[in-house]
T-cell receptor, first 117, second 112 residues
């Protein structure tokens, strides 16, 4: 069974640009969550999508957005990049059908490492 | 606001030792707690998930306990091996909107 895949694995952008990251969940999983990991703030929850709808959201500015497609694949977009957006972005998938995804094991992808110059 | 602390931040032990990693959280109204390991440059691997109604979970050489009233969880690793070297993170799921808060991690090094 293929795991969670994320593309690209590495990305370098400059301030002011925008970036789109992609996440393909494990087959059968309908919930996809996104996280940002930085040395200073640790791992922080961005948002969660289920059945093409954003179901939960963390405390990030509106520059961070996402979407989910009918095949459960998800994309995350960051507009007007800032130096502080440099981080490892992780996505995780789970079945999500219990209505309480936190009660399900989340499977994480390898992450996309974004560097903003 | 939920705060999650992991102590120690780093730990170095000789192979074969049993060890305990600690995770403390400030808000006891949690849904569940999950332990992960992260290898350098890689994503997270889920180790154990403890639901709020459970006291412990076991998987192989790993045992995780949860004491909601005291806001603590421990991850016990028996007979440590060099392959156990990684950063261990605990994640607490709480709040009305299924928010998750991660600890800062414990970096474990098992010396052959």
């Amino acid at each position: 069974k293929a795991g969670v895949t994320q593309t690209p694995r590495y990305l370098i952008k400059t301030r002011g640009q925008q970036v789109t990251l992609s996440c393909s969940p494990i087959s059968g999983h309908r919930s996809v969550s996104w996280y940002q990991q930085t040395p200073g703030q640790g791992l922080q929850f961005l948002f969660e999508y289920f059945s093409e709808t954003q179901r939960n959201k963390g405390n990030f500015p509106g520059r961070f957005s996402g979407r989910q497609f009918s095949n459960s694949r998800s994309e995350m977009n960051v507009s007007t990049l800032e130096l502080g957006d440099s981080a490892l972005y992780l996505c995780a998938s789970s079945f999500g059908t219990s209505g309480r995804p936190q009660e399900e094991t989340q499977y994480f992808g390898p992450g996309t490492r974004l560097l903003v110059l | 606001k939920q705060e999650v602390t992991q102590i120690p931040a780093a730990l170095s032990v000789p192979e074969g030792e049993n060890l305990v990693l600690n995770c403390s959280f400030t808000d006891s109204a949690i849904y569940n707690l999950q332990w992960f390991r992260q290898d350098p440059g890689k994503g997270l691997t889920s180790l154990l998930l403890i639901q709020s109604s459970q006291r412990e979970q076991t998987s192989g050489r790993l045992n995780a306990s949860l004491d909601k009233s005291s806001g603590r969880s421990t991850l016990y690793i028996a007979a440590s091996q060099p392959g156990d070297s990684a950063t261990y993170l605990c994640a607490v799921f709480s709040g009305g909107y299924q928010k998750v808060t991660f600890g800062t991690g414990t970096k474990l090094q098992v010396i052959p």
